[in-house]
């Protein structure tokens, strides 16, 4: 069962980026690119050398790795529906939540460590989104301790989740609220658009000006298992009412992540970054909204 986890993990990492750029293209009224085009590209990628900035320490030059290893870890946590993630602890969705942050956090020092104005600003703006949405991350999941009285993601989505309607309302709240965390996290319109070439709006993109080669392939490979371990997630809360199944989940975490960006993104345009702040901390405080009706269906639940 675990081994079927780690499968459907690498197969929604794989398959969103795929569906976000169909579903884009077909809104546009274009063919589009083939669905697996973005694992060519990154197959390429694996095949070059890296090139480094003379001003650059070896900080510069771990970070990807460093990167890597954190998603990794972090989608490790998740289960995909009933099934049984590889790592699962009391507490471990806090551990979640940081492991991801630690990614973030080499990600940022790396693009400090060039001394280029430009990935100095998206350092900037990253960590400041990151501290904007990790609240948001952190109330979603204890909303989810709160209802089921767990604190693992195994034992919270093993169990019978179904319950009345508040119940349900108050999941399929947190699921939305774990999507906006997504569209942050993965750098999506409206907070990010990863097909600029502006410097000087870029953030995600901007702090991996000076990668190439094998270290980019990382840095992809990362943001792709980090988008999925988020989308996962929030497509096991969506399905917990009706039964948290593995066949229901996963392909629910391809389509809600992979339709919903492609649709935002062919619809939307990106906010201008003074809107940022207000839009991510309009999800926290949706997210602490949401922790309060679950204190309160949970209060009214211990008194009956």
Known sequence: MTALNILLLLLTAAAIPGLINRTRARLAGRKGIRFLQHLYDVRLQLRKGA???????ALFRAAPS????????????????????????????VAFAYTLALGRFALVLAAMDTGSPFEGMGASREALYGALVEPALLLAAATLALLTGYDSFAAIFAGDAAGGIQHTIVMLLTAFVLMKVVFTESGRVPVDDPRTHLELTMIHEVMCLDYGGVDMAMIKIAGWLKTAALSLLAADVAAAPLGGSWW??????????GLSVGVVESTQARNKLVRNTTFILTVAAMSALVFFMAFLLRTNVVMQ
């Open 66 to 93: 460093v990167y890597l290893a954190a998603a990794i870890v972090a989608a490790l946590f998740v289960p995909a529906g009933d099934l049984r993630p590889l790592l699962a602890f009391d507490g471990d969705l």
């Open 51 to 57: 090139v480094y900035p003379a001003t650059a320490s």
């Open 248 to 257: 229901i989940a996963a392909p629910l975490a391809v389509l809600l992540t």
